[in-house]
């Protein structure tokens, strides 16, 4: 399938490292937050959520990590897999609004 | 989670003309959404489809240019008028609400790719 990550930023892991993918969001007033990944051809995959409340949660070899302070998100991914070679994007949105938005992405390329 | 089928999934376009996408959703949702996803870019949100009302779109985005319908908690469509190159995206359709765990998730389609010719 096409890729949909052409012009995006790329980070480059070697399998079985750890990666850390960046996001800044915008609205200091978001309470929720997801981390989707999309492969070529498809729609994006929600990978793990959390909620302002929190500043960490983990999912199976993932980690999100949430700082107000900064608009900044984070997600983690352990011992990563050729098959996590993906475009990862951070969304935002207030929990009761329902309306999310995207911020830029990160394309993941992951080295045998 | 739902299941978020769209067809068609792509398609080929002469300049000038509209395509109505479709969106099936396999149980029922309470919001729907319809996102744009340039080449290279990110997803940019167009509109939240209203079930029996007119949908409320984001700025940049208008009626005439992308009618939306909604006529149930299923189903809507997304079309695309008057077509221009750069009207060439993926277009996508999600939902949350639904009657499954992590209702407030935003659950996505293949996405239809179109070209504008």
């Known amino acids: 399938g096409e890729s949909v990550g052409l012009h995006l930023p790329t980070l480059s892991v070697q399998e079985g490292d750890n990666s850390i993918i960046n996001c800044a969001y915008s609205?200091?007033?978001?309470?929720?937050f997801i981390w989707y990944k999309q492969e070529s051809g498809k729609g994006p995959q929600f990978i793990i959520d959390?909620?302002?409340?929190?500043d960490k949660r983990q999912g199976q070899r993932v980690t999100v990590l949430l700082n107000k302070t900064v608009k900044h998100l984070s997600l983690q991914i352990a011992a990563t897999q050729p098959g996590d070679s993906a475009v990862y994007f951070c969304?935002?949105?207030?929990?009761?609004?329902?309306?999310?938005?995207f911020g830029s992405g990160t394309k993941l390329n992951v080295k045998p | 989670s739902a299941v978020i089928s769209q067809k068609p999934s792509r398609d080929i376009c002469q300049r000038g003309t509209s395509l109505t996408i479709q969106c099936q959703v396999d149980?029922?949702?309470?919001?729907m959404f319809w996102y744009r996803q340039q080449p290279g870019q990110s997803l940019t949100l167009i509109a939240t489809?209203?079930?029996?009302?007119?949908?409320?779109?984001e700025s940049g985005f208008v009626i005439d240019k992308f009618p939306i319908s909604r006529p149930n908690l299923t189903f809507s469509t997304l079309t695309v008028s008057n077509m221009s190159p750069e009207d060439s995206s993926i277009y996508l359709c999600?939902?949350?609400?639904?009657?499954?765990?992590?209702?407030?998730?935003?659950?996505f389609g293949a996405g239809s790719r179109l070209t504008v010719l």
């Open positions: 999600s939902a949350t609400g639904g009657v499954f765990s992590g209702a407030n998730v935003l659950t």
């Open positions: 609205n200091s007033a978001s309470d929720y």
């Open positions: 959390i909620r302002s409340n929190m």
């Open positions: 969304a935002e949105t207030l929990y009761n609004f329902n309306k999310f938005y």
């Open positions: 149980s029922q949702v309470t919001m």
């Open positions: 489809a209203n079930q029996g009302s007119e949908a409320t779109y």
